[in-house]
């Protein structure tokens, strides 16, 4: 595999200055900075940036940049997060962002992949003052295969494999989601003022002090015991701190108020905050860590522009003190998303040290590309957009979920309960054979429920999600619900159980 510079298969150039902000319109072509590529390539839209009409365009005397060209900043701190992203539209472009538009027989994803396995940010001198010349933008070199099928061949290896990380980062998203979906519902909004329950300082039923330097507990070994600081997991100690689980804050810096839950025996440094519970008949520290986490605290300490969280500060905080069952319920709520969670972080691991091999080898030209299968015109939705098309509420053949005998009565809050019970057995009878997904049968539930009631149909609301939920864990938990591994989607499913 032969090295070219960039000139040779890409014309290089700079964006244009921003127009001023009253110079933007609702319509028009849009305007990407380099500020927009974090949020592009988080899923933002183009059409989501600022626009610029025809005639500002005209006026400045922008140039318009095509579809495929591929951008990163080439000055200021954005020229090192080494973020990477090709047009997926025509747009106008600042001047703190290169651009390459590839040539003939260039392959722009090999490009893209390329880019991110060699970032041109390594060509940065002075990393205070960040910058990178054009010239030095097209005299980089990056290896590149002669023949352009062997370019897209390498393409969509690795666009699979990044395709499956990103699946997976949104699959652990979700379930996040999920966890603080159950909290809210069960215990309300805190930052909103909407908690459920009255919020009272806890100081009652709680021991806070700080940690102790951990210089001389550290082990050279792996050992049973954690060393959690302001920032997590950051070493292992040979002797405890504390034997049972504790809740962790973050004391000082950026770690200020991030919350952590030890597991069992650890050690707590001293940049960090240790809750003790001594009353477990009034607080369950799953419940504590995750109100406290969901609960405004770094916000609070922003606002009082504190370079540090107390001990006082975190027991007079206020939160909802809701009775010990309650909390245990969602403690179990927890350990049951958490071991998902746990499977799906080795899973996301495993593909990004595949994606790191497989990656090296492409551009090591260590790769038999020869096994590796053009794509085909079915294959040219990348992984990322199959993941979020089948994510985005797919939809099945409607069947007539039956119409319940006396409705008045399901119309109630308390009768939607019972209404969606009946629903759900005949949903899960009717597609036996088909995953469950909680959104198809929503939509299917609140469609069926107009038919039936016209204007007196109720919508569903936080509450129904909520008793959906809890559904679903009590059916995993009594086995009439299973979850099952997909090796060809990669992820697991949740099927009724057979018989």
Not at 118 to 129: E, G, N, Q, V, W
């Amino acid at each position: 595999m032969r090295k070219v510079a960039l000139r040779t298969v890409t014309n290089v150039s700079a964006g244009q200055g921003a127009p001023k902000q009253n110079e933007f319109s609702d319509s028009g072509i849009p305007f990407v900075r380099a500020g927009s590529l974090e949020d592009l390539l988080s899923g933002k839209k183009e059409a989501d940036l600022e626009l610029v009409p025809a005639e500002t365009a005209k006026n400045r005397k922008l140039k318009l940049y095509p579809q495929g060209s591929i951008l990163f900043a080439k000055s200021g701190m954005s020229a090192t997060k080494d973020r990477i992203y090709v047009l997926q539209n025509p747009a106008y472009v600042v001047s703190h962002l290169a651009i390459l538009t590839p040539k003939d027989n260039v392959h722009t994803e090999y490009l893209r992949l390329a880019l991110k396995q060699f970032p041109p940010s390594i060509l940065i001198k002075d990393p205070a003052y960040p910058a990178i010349s054009l010239g030095e933008i097209q005299d980089y070199e990056i290896p590149m295969p002669e023949e352009l099928d062997n370019q897209k061949r390498i393409a969509h290896l690795l666009g699979k494999v990044e395709g499956l990380i990103a699946r997976r980062k949104q699959h652990l998203q979700k379930l996040g989601d999920l966890l603080k979906s159950a909290f809210l519902g069960m215990f309300g909004d805190i930052p909103a003022k909407r908690a459920l329950f009255p919020l009272e300082k806890l100081r009652l039923y709680l021991r806070a002090r700080s940690g102790k330097s951990s210089k001389s507990v550290l082990s050279e070994t792996v050992t049973p015991f954690p060393i959690y600081g302001g920032n997590g997991v950051n070493g292992w100690a040979l002797k405890p701190l504390y034997d049972r689980p504790v809740v962790v804050a973050g004391r000082v810096g950026q770690q200020c108020g991030i919350i952590h839950l030890t597991r069992g025996p650890s050690w707590v440094t001293d940049n960090a905050i240790a809750i003790e519970i001594l009353d477990e008949e009034k607080l369950d520290p799953v419940y504590l860590a995750t109100a406290f986490q969901y609960a405004p605290i770094r916000e609070k300490v922003k606002q009082l522009d504190l370079p540090f969280i107390n001990q006082t500060m975190l027991l007079d905080y206020p939160l909802p003190l809701p009775p010990i069952e309650l909390q245990r319920q969602f403690a179990t709520i927890v350990e049951k998303v958490e071991g998902i969670k746990s499977r799906y972080q080795q899973n996301l691991a495993d593909l990004e040290r595949l994606y790191g091999v497989l990656s090296q080898k492409a551009f090591k030209d260590e790769l038999n590309l020869s096994r590796v299968p053009l794509p085909t015109e079915s294959e040219k939705l990348t992984e990322t957009e199959k993941s979020e098309t089948e994510d985005s509420h797919p939809t099945k053949p409607q069947f007539g979920l039956p119409a319940p005998a006396g409705l008045a009565t399901y119309l109630t809050p308390a009768g939607r309960k019972a209404l969606l019970d009946q629903w759900l057995t005949a949903w899960l009878e009717h597609w036996k054979d088909s995953p469950f997904s909680v959104q198809p049968f929503m939509e299917a539930s609140q469609q069926r429920l107009r038919e039936l009631a016209d204007d007196d149909a109720p919508e569903w609301g936080a509450a129904e999600y909520d008793e959906l939920k809890a559904w679903v864990f009590e059916a995993l938990e009594t086995g009439r619900l299973n979850q099952t591994y997909d090796p060809i989607d990669n992820c697991v499913h949740i099927i009724a159980a057979k018989g």
